[in-house]
């Protein structure tokens, strides 16, 4: 399996400009997980999806946020319009809940943000 | 409130044993895992406790105490590949699978 898929690997953008990070989970996991990292806060999580329906949002910081899964195969991320305080690295995860509660998240290789 | 605590930073020398300490206090229980993270990379999975006691997975292992709210990362004969983040994670009950609440890492530095 490719593993967890996501674009762009490193994104530069200028403050105010909308931001999209993309993401493919592994065929066959019905959950996805939107993080953010940064040295100060850690892993965050910022929104979960269960078949494609968004579960829980509560940590997406403000409406300039905002997440949608429109099939099992793909997931975005949207920042509109960004703020320098963006910055971070967003780590997309996914996983299977029907191979038992020890199942774990594994995680897409990351979409360092920098906002100017 | 939910909250997980670890040591900011330890070191280690190569062929040591070390332990990396995490407590938790959470509002609901369902699991705490421990992530292995290289600079510069995505966390990787190495071990999951819900019932107390110590889980071995080769020279990693992990221990849980959920009276205590406590668990440790237990890794053996340290190599220098070893150096990374260690992000313990609590899941709860929040969610049909429930959130994993991460601690912010502890940054293990194994030298020769």
């Known amino acids: 399996d490719a593993g967890v898929i996501q674009s762009p690997r490193h994104e530069v953008t200028e403050m105010g400009q909308e931001v999209t990070l993309r993401c493919k989970p592994i065929s066959g996991h019905d959950y996805l997980f939107w993080y953010r990292q940064t040295m100060m806060r850690g892993l965050e999580l910022l929104i979960y999806?269960?078949?494609?329906?968004?579960?829980?949002d509560s940590g997406m910081p403000e409406d300039r946020f905002s997440a949608k899964m429109p099939n099992a195969s793909f997931s975005t991320l949207k920042i509109q319009p960004s703020e320098p305080r963006d910055s971070a690295v967003y780590f997309c995860?996914?996983?299977?809940?029907?191979?038992?509660?020890?199942?774990?998240?594994?995680f897409g290789p990351g979409t360092r943000l920098l906002v100017l | 409130g939910q909250n997980i605590d670890q040591p900011t930073e330890m070191t280690a020398t190569e062929g040591a044993i070390v332990q990396i300490n995490c407590t938790y206090q959470t509002s609901g229980f369902n699991g705490l895992f421990w992530y292995q993270q290289h600079a510069g990379e995505a966390p990787t999975f190495l071990s999951y406790n819900v019932l107390d006691g110590l889980e071995e997975k080769g020279r990693f292992s992990s221990f849980l105490s959920r009276s205590k709210g406590y668990s440790y990362l237990l890794l053996k004969e340290l190599q220098m590949k070893d150096s990374a983040s260690y992000l313990c994670a609590v899941r709860t009950y929040g969610g049909s699978q429930g959130n994993l609440i991460f601690g912010k890492g502890t940054k293990l530095s194994v030298k020769p």
């Open positions: 995860a996914s996983s299977d809940q029907d191979r038992g509660v020890g199942e774990t998240q594994y």
């Open positions: 999806f269960n078949n494609n329906v968004p579960i829980d």
